[in-house]
């Protein structure tokens, strides 16, 4: 076996802090290089935090030459303790076998090898183990492994670069337009499948929010923004009432004249037997310090045209009674946001109450519906045509979920077309929220006219249905969602990955871009299928606990399923011992809208 490129990962907070702590990760380099002549070993230390071991992960598995992957740390039963967690979503096979035989060959030497959880795996044609974090255990761990290495490494192949070359070929000596990608497929015609893996969701969006750059950093823009006024900028009145000294106790009182919001607070001299009439809202008056309520008063005079001259305060005034001091809400000391919040009825209304006209910078964002059996709903019925039900549908989600759609076109299944309407429209946009063309048909152009603009296909496939063939590349700062065409599959893959690279890009806080989940009780069985399914279902709240009830059909052309959709519930993957997730079983669902409870129970 030629020599072969390690990777050799240490995690932990301690040695992220203090490389020099690291023992574990010098000593499998050393291991290395005593058991395989010229290997090489990359070297990095990432502390204990999913998005850094992933990150570093992702790229080591993307370098070809790098074929196996040692992490030390991260494995055990401690809070901190996620390498399995986050070597688990990257992984296409698991080796259970392997991670048995360390086990096993631990727990010779001690019995607390049972409480290590570290993984085996393949990730495209490079081999990931989790070792523990002890140098003794690395050393272990590695001398079980030592000899299964270049057979396992044999056996993975390198099909993947073989894949790579043969697309690359394909394409290269394709004649011009289009290449069905099921030419692609690894090896001869006779493989028509995609080359495309089907990668796990969480995957997708990991890498979705690891390519997409935020375009408007709200943090400065808005979470730092102090306050330029005082809100109220006056001791304003809370009631409808009468506003006086509070020295003047209770008792009877001249009315001096009556202060409406509006008015400019007014200075004339105010005595302890006197007040002013004052709407709530209102400046008081200089001299005044309370506002007595008009429930609390009894009239006792009117002036000869009619205005109150004599009341009388029935209750105690105190100082300070239904006054809002100057800057009591908001002081130019206070931050205009007292917490990040992007939501657009927010933002706008905080802003106004500031009397600030920032416009706040949002994504540029186009929808592109492809397909040439399409119709405008405006066009009459044609035979072999359909309504194009996406460009409306995907423009008004942006709507619904406060982002601006500035631009949508309809494009016929036409490489040269989209190739050209796509390059035109990235010059004036940051994201395309495509629909179509990105399965296996050879008029599907999506993707071949990607990689013909140089954008780089970060996922291709998503083990996930509805939503398969979608679509995620990106070129600099440009982003794209080749979104399935089947309506229902256009619908869930927006609002489990646009929608979240959109909120990401303008901004906002990573745990709000995605929906919110919440737990249902599913009303009725239903028959998992062999990829992890997004079932569109109406939520009744029963005494108190939250049921789904599916919506009817859930084939992905079947919009009427988003009829009284609620949420998406997120249901696994069907496995052999379980077909069927039964009624009163609990699953997390992700929540499509505010007002999501269809029926009280
Ligand atoms: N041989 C295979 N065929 C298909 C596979 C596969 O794995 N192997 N995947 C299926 C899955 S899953 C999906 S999802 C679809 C997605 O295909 P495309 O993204 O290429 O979508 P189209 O083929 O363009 O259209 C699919 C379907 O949706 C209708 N459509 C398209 N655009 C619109 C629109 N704007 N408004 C309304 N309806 C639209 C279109 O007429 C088709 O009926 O691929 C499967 N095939
Ligand atoms: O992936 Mo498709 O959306 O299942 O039909
Ligand atoms: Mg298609």
Request: a neutral charge; aromatic letters at 6%; hydrophobic letters at 40%.
């Amino acid at each position: 076996m030629e020599s072969i490129t390690f990777g050799v990962l240490t995690i932990s907070d301690t040695c992220c802090q203090e490389p020099a702590k690291d023992k574990s990760g010098p000593r499998l380099k050393q291991l290395i290089a005593e058991s395989f002549t010229n290997a090489q070993v990359i070297e990095s230390i990432v502390p204990d935090e999913k998005d850094h071991i992933q990150r570093v992960l992702r790229k080591w598995i993307d370098r070809k030459e790098l074929r196996v992957i040692l992490t030390t740390g991260g494995t055990g039963f401690a809070p901190r303790d996620v390498t399995p967690e986050a070597t688990r979503p990257l992984l296409e096979k698991e080796c259970p076998q392997l991670s048995l035989v360390i086990t096993l060959e631990s727990l010779k030497k001690t019995q607390f090898a049972a409480l290590s959880r570290g993984l085996c795996g393949i990730a495209g044609n490079t081999l990931i183990l989790n070792f523990p974090g002890s140098e003794k255990a690395v050393k272990e761990c590695f001398e079980t492994v030592r000899e299964l290495l270049p057979h396992a490494l044999h056996l993975i192949g390198d099909e993947v670069s073989l894949v790579r070359k043969t697309h690359a070929e394909v394409q290269g000596s394709a004649p011009r337009g289009h290449i069905c990608p099921h030419k692609t497929g690894a090896g001869s015609d006779s493989d028509r499948n995609s080359p495309f893996p089907m990668l796990p969701v969480q995957e997708v969006l990991s890498i979705i929010f690891d390519t997409v750059q935020r375009t408007s950093s709200l943090d400065k823009i808005l979470w730092q923004l102090n306050s330029p006024v005082n809100i109220p900028p006056f001791r304003a009145s809370i009631k409808d009432g009468y506003a006086m000294k509070s020295t003047g106790f209770s008792g009877s009182k001249r009315v001096l004249g009556c202060i409406a919001a509006g008015d400019a607070p007014n200075s004339s001299p105010l005595a302890e037997d006197e007040c002013f009439k004052i709407n709530t809202g209102a400046p008081l008056p200089l001299e005044a310090d309370c506002v007595v309520q008009v429930e609390d008063t009894i009239l006792l005079q009117r002036d000869k045209h009619g205005g109150e001259s004599l009341v009388d305060i029935i209750v105690e005034p105190m100082a300070g009674l239904d006054v809002r001091p100057v800057g009591h809400d908001l002081s130019t000391k206070d931050r205009v946001f007292p917490a990040p919040d992007p939501s657009p009825v927010v933002v706008k209304s905080l802003l106004a109450s500031v009397g600030n006209r920032l416009a706040v910078p949002k994504p540029r964002v186009a929808i592109v519906s492809t397909g040439s059996e399409l119709l405008s709903p405006r066009d009459q019925p044609t035979p072999g045509k359909i309504f194009d039900s996406n460009t409306t549908m995907l423009a008004e989600l942006l709507l619904y979920f406060g982002f601006d759609c500035v631009h949508t076109s309809v494009l016929s299944d036409s490489f040269e077309q989209t190739k050209e309407s796509l390059s035109d429209l990235f010059e004036v946009v940051d994201f395309v929220i495509c629909s179509g063309g990105v399965s296996m048909g050879d008029k599907d152009f999506v993707k071949p006219v990607l990689e013909d603009l140089q954008f780089k296909l970060h996922c291709g496939r998503v083990n996930m249905k509805p939503g398969k063939p979608m679509t995620f590349a990106s070129r600099n700062e440009k982003y794209f969602f080749g979104l399935p065409g089947n309506p229902v599959s256009a619908f869930v893959t927006f609002h489990l990955f646009a929608l979240p690279a959109i909120r990401w890009a303008a901004g906002w806080e990573r745990q709000k871009c995605s929906l919110p989940v919440i737990n249902v009780k599913l009303l009725n069985g239903f028959y998992l299928d062999s990829r992890p399914e997004f079932v569109r279902a109406s939520v009744i709240s029963k005494s108190g606990e939250l049921y789904a009830s599916v919506n009817g059909d859930q084939i992905s052309s079947r919009l009427q399923s988003i009829v009284g959709a609620d949420v998406l519930i997120n249901l696994p993957a069907a496995t052999s011992d379980r077909p069927l997730a039964k009624a009163g079983e609990v699953f997390p669902a992700s929540v499509l809208r505010y007002d999501f409870i269809s029926k009280y129970e």
